[in-house]
């Protein structure tokens, strides 16, 4: 997370040491070059709203599906900072109150049931033994038909869908864009997403509202981070 001002780093959960620290001021002086600083799933987002599956869309939410689940909402097509600069974490959207850590340190946010730790353990619990399969591999066995592959999906597409349910009715966005190395190149996933979405979410407050894989891959932050410094 980044402050309001977008000069310090205020937490980082995958670098823990890193509290407050003016990481803007720092990289201009090592660069000496001007320095924009945000968070990488705000970069993620802006892409996606400029030149991504988000073009030409201004209301608009982003999930980056990875290691954890990054969250970032557009809106009037920029991205919206709330408060103090934190908003936009919808990866801790909260599913249960008594469901599995986070790596925030909190219980049941969506991230612990999405992430790469659900994807992992789901995967480990379905193909107990020989290789597991990578989220790619993942993707290629369920497009193929296969059962326990399309069961690790149908367990992230589920509570992805719960998160989106809840994102639908605070926003009513015109597209939730998903993206991330754990749901890349995954169409029987977004299937299931799609109808669990259905499924959880007023049929009024979903009506319209598209459900995309993003559309950049993994340049979209680099391109994001362009435009942010063309935005300031
Ligand atoms: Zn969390």
Known sequence: MVDETRELLRSAPNFPEWKNLPLRSELQEI????VTLDNDVNAFGLAEALWGAGKGKQCLLGLAVGAGVGGVVIIDGKVFRGFRGTAGELGHILISEDGPLCNCGLPGHLEAYAGRAAFDKEA?????????????RMA???????EKAREVHR???HYLALGCA???????????IIGGGTVVNAP??????????????????????EILP??????AGV???????YQD
């Open 31 to 34: 660069l000496e070059l001007p």
């Open 124 to 136: 480990s619990r379905l193909f107990p033994t020989g290789e597991l399969p990578n989220p790619m």
């Open 140 to 146: 290629e066995l369920a497009a193929d038909g296969n």
């Open 155 to 157: 367990y992230l597409a």
């Open 166 to 176: 809840t994102l639908i009715h605070c926003f009513n966005p015109e597209a939730i």
């Open 188 to 209: 029987y996933l977004f299937d299931v997403l799609r109808a669990e979405v259905a499924r959880y979410t007023m049929e009024t407050a979903r009506e319209g509202v």
């Open 214 to 219: 993003a559309g950049l891959g993994y340049m």
């Open 223 to 229: 391109l994001g981070a362009a435009a942010l410094r």
